[in-house]
Structures are given as C-alpha cells and as structure tokens.
C-alpha cells in the first residue's frame, strides 16, 4: 500500500506563486510514475503534469512555462512549483503515483490517490 499526503495549497492573489508537496509512504518503486492532477467544481478531474516512469515529464498545454514538477526519491517526495498563477488555476489538487506490482508470474497495476489540497487563485 502507498499513501500520498498533498501539502501546501491555499489561497493566492493571480500571479503569485505556490509550492505543493506530496509526501509519499509505503512501498513505493522508483519506477513508478507520479503526478499531479485537478478537479475544479463542476469540470472533470485532468492531468497538470507528470513524470512519467521511464522519466518523459508530461504538461497540461494550460500549465507549460508556468507550473514546473519535480521528485525527489531520496525523500519520496513530489513537488509542484507554480507561478504565474491564474483565477482558472483554482481547483483541488491531487497527487497520484501508478506502476506495477509482480505477483507470482505476472505483474498487476497499482494507482493511488492522494486526499487532495485546495488551490484558490483570486483576481
């Protein structure tokens, strides 16, 4: 089991700037991929960005230039610099780290969810 604790969200005047973290616990692969996602009220959940498992980063078109994701695997950590932030950036953030597990002969997938830290950008 993996556990993923967000930190660091709060409320920002537009183009300021936030840190998040994710802590991350338990048994947990180098290579697994990790990443950071939002939901804002009414719109579906959609990637902000991610660091794959063979190591590509991956960008919300919305987020290049501004939001900047990196990990730390001494700590287990995974963090989210964003700058430039935007009324439209105000969401719930999540963190989520996905592989896979062996298991006898064969492998099977694993993909968890953080409980979320609110992002609120005000104009």
């Known amino acids: 089991q993996v556990q993923l604790v967000e930190s660091g969200g709060g409320l920002v005047q537009a183009g300021g700037s936030l840190k998040l973290t994710c802590a991350a616990s338990?048994?947990?692969?180098?290579?697994?991929?990790m990443g950071w996602y939002r939901q804002a009220p009414g719109k579906q959940r959609e990637l902000v960005a991610a660091i794959r498992s063979g190591g590509a980063i991956d960008y919300a078109d919305s987020v290049k230039g501004r939001f900047t994701i990196s990990r730390d695997h001494t700590k287990n950590t995974l963090s989210l610099q964003m700058n430039s932030l935007k009324p439209e950036d105000t969401a719930v953030y999540y963190c989520n780290e996905e592989g896979y597990r062996d298991y006898g002969s064969g492998s099977y997938e694993v993909d968890y969810w953080g409980q979320g830290t609110q992002v609120t950008v005000s104009s």
């Open positions: 338990g048994y947990i692969l180098s290579t697994d991929g």
